[in-house]
């Protein structure tokens, strides 16, 4: 089994993969940046790489959550006023309930001053927008294998598709063996109705647990 035992939640809501997204107000530009990380050394790797990308920009402010025991919360302003910038943004992290994402702002100056209340409308907005759609979940799923006779396939198929588990791979030797990932929370359920629904002429085994998305 894979571990996960520092995990808050086994299953949380994140994105998947890296995003972006870009507006201007006043003239300042806003860019945002954001990624799926699993540690706090890889949100600082990716905020690094942002503010290298856009070393000319007037601010790279961030802020990220990471899903650990305790969980870790950080933001940075990056020169904007107090309060301004990664508050906002870890806020919409939080309002969200999201967990092991880290997000980057970056803003390019248009010359004319926003205040602190605009400022926090538009690093709020940053993220929320940069999110919208995007969202998803890390659900833990367990790896099984099933084994059984071909004179059975026809109702474990049927079943299997009404179903839409994940199948992994399909083998037809001297019996038929389907690997396939099953949510944990139905697991049990499954495992019984094949069990039911085959007399108990089915070999189901539980491989590994792991972590997938799911909408």
């Given at each position: ?163 839409n588990y994940i ?43 792991i972590m997938l998305?799911?909408?």
């Amino acid at each position: 089994m894979r571990d996960i035992s520092r995990k808050i939640s086994q299953n949380y809501k994140t994105i998947e993969g890296e995003i972006k997204d870009e507006f201007e107000i006043e003239k300042s530009v806003f860019i945002t940046n954001i990624k799926y990380v699993e540690s706090e050394e890889e949100a600082l790797s990716f905020i690094a790489k942002i503010k290298e990308k856009y070393k000319d920009a007037n601010h790279n402010c961030h802020a990220y959550i990471i899903n650990q025991k305790p969980e870790i919360k950080r933001y940075s302003d990056d020169g904007e006023p107090q309060g301004s910038a990664g508050l906002p943004m870890l806020s919409v992290l939080e309002k969200e309930k999201l967990f092991n994402l880290v997000a980057v702002v970056t803003r390019y100056f248009g010359g004319k001053k926003l205040g602190k209340g605009g400022l926090v409308r538009a690093y709020t907005k940053g993220v929320s927008d940069c999110l919208d759609g995007k969202i998803t979940y890390r659900k833990i799923f367990i790896e099984s294998k099933i084994t059984f006779d071909y004179n059975l396939l026809g109702i474990i198929e049927n079943f299997l598709n009404e179903k839409n588990y994940i199948i992994i791979e399909k083998n037809f030797l001297e019996n038929v063996r389907i690997n396939l990932y099953i949510r944990k929370d139905e697991f049990e359920n499954f495992k019984k109705k094949l069990i039911d629904m085959t007399s108990s002429n089915i070999k189901i085994e539980k491989l590994d647990e792991i972590m997938l998305y799911e909408e």
